[in-house]
């Protein structure tokens, strides 16, 4: 078993829906929680960063952090064509682990 | 955001020859530094640690003799894959976390495409 589960998709989505992107982990002793934004052939965007549990809002994405049941989202309100990429959701332990795990990357595509 | 740069972008290279990628974080310095690996469709594998100052730790099945790591300063570090194959070709990333408070946000390079003929 993975330690990051995350569905790969491909999702395709109509412009202006609310998209829903999520990862489960198996290791509670995750404690920093991430996404990042991956179009073709470029590096990874970090777009959000959590400690432990809660939501965090920055403009059009909220992250969510649910540590009992070890489940991660991703939600993006009015989508646009532009957010069509790969998303990875990222973890890692804790403040002196700096390496991190990855989910398999869902690839998202918003039909305009 | 920290910004990482990598160059070069994508390289191509006959089999047998070495090359070479750097890796520099422009506006922080980076003890750490990570590299990864993607094939087509895939996520990330981490390939090494690069550790400023000391040998670089690479994952488990990854040949440290192939895929030589330096870490010559606190803003850069390289990866020479020598000897390289078809096999090898793939698309390279650097990432470097940087510390802000009590958070390490990690920011990634923009990667190497290699190919290797």
């Known amino acids: 078993q993975k330690e990051v589960e995350q569905d790969p998709g491909p999702l395709s989505v109509p412009e202006g829906a609310i998209v829903s992107l999520n990862c489960t982990y198996s290791?509670?002793?995750?404690?920093?929680f991430m996404w990042y934004r991956q179009y073709s052939r470029k590096g990874p965007e970090l777009l959000m960063y959590t400690y432990s549990s809660g939501n965090k809002e920055d403009g059009r994405f909220t992250a969510q952090v649910d540590k009992s049941s070890k489940y991660i989202s991703l939600f993006i309100r009015d989508s646009q064509p532009s957010d069509s990429a790969t998303y990875l959701c990222?973890?890692?332990?804790?403040?002196?682990?700096?390496?991190?795990?990855f989910g398999q990357g869902t690839r998202l595509t918003i039909n305009p | 955001g920290a910004v990482v740069s990598q160059h070069p972008s994508r390289v191509i290279c006959k089999s047998g020859t070495s090359v070479k990628i750097e890796c520099r974080s422009l506006d922080f310095q980076a003890t750490t530094m990570f590299w990864y690996r993607q094939f087509p469709k895939q996520s990330l594998m981490l390939m090494a640690t690069s550790n400023e100052g000391s040998k670089a730790t690479y994952e488990q099945g990854v040949e440290k003799d192939k895929f030589l790591i330096n870490h010559a300063s606190l803003t850069l570090s390289t990866l020479t894959v020598t000897s390289a194959h078809p096999e090898d070709s793939s698309f390279y990333i650097c990432?470097?976390?940087?510390?802000?408070?009590?958070?390490?946000?990690?920011?990634f390079g923009p990667g190497t495409r290699l190919t290797v003929t």
């Open positions: 290791n509670s002793a995750f404690q920093y």
């Open positions: 990222a973890m890692r332990r804790f403040q002196g682990a700096q390496k991190l795990v």
């Open positions: 990432s470097a976390p940087t510390s802000s408070g009590v958070t390490y946000e990690q920011y």
